[in-house]
């Protein structure tokens, strides 16, 4: 059998929960992780979830922005919510999910933008952004990765010259900077993680997941970035089954400027 999970920047979960129901209905991943859900615990839209067979559900909320949650229909066996450079920013989710004898930790994370200049010294979105990569890195390494684990969610840096419509118009530009692309890798290498969706399409290859709202066409322009992102431990390499960027969200009714990303995992049966 194969696991499919889902993760997805909505920019507002109440907003777009048509959307997402329309998602659920044609794609049914078993396990969805949004992002900027954009509301507090207890004004998260559940029942269009629980209706479709997403029972477990996990919230961690902010009034206004931020926010992310997982909604699953497999029971979590254990939950976690980890605060993130002391700024009571809801950032980061957990939950932990049966794999026949054992278990697989799957992590969803929504990275800050950063803001538009790539100063730290002057922007102190850009320095919030740097300081969480950098306890991100320090965190996900050792026995936090040494085990099945999946990490999922906006990471909101486009890491190599073919996750952007143009590398060198880009490189001032927040998401592509080298400071962070370098910050990235030394994140996604600290704990051995595998870029689950470039597994399958080649670094060659163009790919996005944002494209911007200020585009009139964003179809015909494709000013794209892969601003969405999932990785796994080398525990879960060798199970990969497949990936998929959904594209044709982007060009839903009132979409997120994020399109969902599904990847497949085979999975363990019980001992």
Same mark, same amino acid.
């Given at each position: 059998? @194969?696991?499919?999970?889902? @993760?997805?920047?909505?920019?507002?979960?109440?907003?777009?929960?048509?959307?997402?129901?329309?998602?659920?209905?044609?794609?049914?991943?078993?396990?969805?992780?949004?992002?900027?859900?954009?509301?507090?615990?207890? /004004?998260?839209?559940?029942?269009?979830?629980?209706?479709?067979?997403?029972?477990?559900?996990?919230?961690?909320?902010?009034?206004?922005?931020?926010?992310?949650?997982?909604?699953? /229909?497999?029971?979590?066996?254990?939950?976690?919510?980890?605060?993130?450079?002391?700024?009571?920013?809801?950032?980061?989710?957990?939950?932990? *999910?049966?794999?026949?004898?054992?278990? *697989?930790?799957?992590?969803?994370?929504?990275?800050?933008?950063?803001? #538009?200049?790539?100063?730290? !010294?002057?922007?102190?979105?850009?320095?919030?952004?740097?300081?969480?990569?950098?306890?991100? /890195?320090?965190?996900? @390494?050792?026995?936090?990765?040494?085990?099945?684990?999946?990490?999922? =969610? #906006?990471?909101?840096? !486009?890491?190599?010259? @073919?996750?952007?419509?143009?590398?060198?118009?880009?490189?001032?530009?927040?998401?592509?900077?080298?400071?962070?692309?370098?910050?990235?890798?030394?994140?996604?290498?600290? =704990?051995?993680?595998?870029?689950?969706?470039?597994?399958?399409?080649?670094?060659?290859?163009?790919?996005?997941?944002?494209?911007?709202?200020?585009?009139?066409?964003?179809?015909? !322009?494709?000013? =794209?970035?892969?601003?969405?992102? %999932?990785?796994?431990?080398?525990?879960?390499?060798?199970?990969?089954?497949?990936?998929? %960027?959904?594209?044709?969200?982007?060009?839903?009714?009132?979409?997120?400027?994020?399109?969902?990303? *599904?990847?497949?995992?085979?999975?363990?049966?019980?001992?």
């Amino acid at each position: 059998m @194969t696991l499919s999970i889902a @993760t997805w920047n909505i920019n507002s979960v109440r907003l777009r929960i048509r959307q997402v129901g329309l998602f659920l209905d044609r794609y049914q991943p078993d396990i969805l992780c949004l992002q900027e859900i954009k509301c507090p615990d207890d /004004r998260f839209p559940a029942a269009p979830f629980k209706r479709r067979g997403y029972g477990h559900i996990l919230v961690n909320g902010q009034r206004g922005y931020h926010g992310v949650a997982i909604v699953s /229909r497999l029971p979590f066996v254990a939950v976690d919510k980890r605060p993130f450079c002391d700024k009571g920013d809801a950032r980061h989710a957990a939950v932990t *999910i049966a794999d026949g004898d054992g278990e *697989i930790l799957l992590h969803n994370f929504y990275v800050p933008a950063g803001g #538009d200049e790539p100063d730290p !010294a002057i922007n102190p979105k850009f320095a919030h952004k740097l300081a969480f990569l950098d306890e991100m /890195r320090g965190w996900l @390494t050792g026995a936090e990765t040494d085990r099945r684990a999946i990490l999922v =969610g #906006d990471l909101n840096i !486009a890491p190599l010259e @073919t996750d952007v419509w143009s590398h060198k118009q880009l490189l001032r530009v927040v998401s592509h900077t080298p400071i962070e692309t370098a910050l990235f890798e030394d994140v996604r290498a600290a =704990g051995g993680w595998v870029d689950a969706v470039r597994h399958f399409v080649p670094p060659e290859e163009k790919l996005y997941t944002w494209w911007s709202y200020r585009a009139a066409d964003w179809a015909a !322009a494709d000013k =794209g970035r892969r601003l969405d992102h %999932v990785w796994v431990t080398p525990h879960l390499r060798g199970r990969l089954a497949s990936a998929q %960027v959904v594209r044709e969200v982007r060009g839903w009714r009132r979409p997120s400027d994020h399109v969902p990303v *599904i990847v497949g995992i085979e999975t363990e049966a019980a001992a």
